[in-house]
């Protein structure tokens, strides 16, 4: 229950940047893994990038790679998602999801979710 607050969200134009963040203070469970999803009106939830802590594996979605990077920081516990070169199809709002467990891509692995925060991108 409010675990995960996400910030960061705005309205930019294409090709600009904007870094999201997830604080998770609120979290007491062991968080093995976080991820990033994001979901636009009319559509599923959307894998975007996740992070195994152990290790700092990333995973990403074929659409963000070389474009998003998904960090986190374990002493202030926040997590983020830098997005560079935005563009219009980016636009939804951004979930951040924790996992006691090794997850990535899967909706149904995570725990907890944050209430989420819109990016709006504008051509």
């Known amino acids: 229950q409010g675990q995960l607050v996400e910030s960061g969200g705005g309205s930019i134009q294409t090709g600009e940047s904007l870094t999201l963040s997830c604080d998770y203070t609120?979290?007491?469970?062991?968080?093995?893994?976080m991820g990033w999803f994001r979901q636009a009106p009319g559509k599923e939830r959307e894998f975007v990038a996740a992070?195994?802590?152990?290790?700092?594996?990333?995973y990403y979605n074929e659409y963000p790679r070389g474009r998003f990077t998904i960090s986190g920081d374990v002493v202030k516990k926040e997590m983020y998602l830098q997005m560079t070169n935005l563009k219009p199809e980016d636009s939804a709002v951004y979930y951040c999801?924790?996992?006691?467990?090794?997850?990535?891509?899967?909706?149904?692995?995570?725990?907890?979710w944050g209430q989420g925060t819109q990016v709006t991108v504008s051509s």
């Open positions: 992070i195994r802590f152990n290790g700092n594996y990333t």
């Open positions: 609120r979290r007491y469970f062991s968080t093995y893994s």
């Open positions: 999801a924790a996992a006691a467990a090794y997850c990535t891509s899967d909706t149904r692995c995570y725990d907890a």
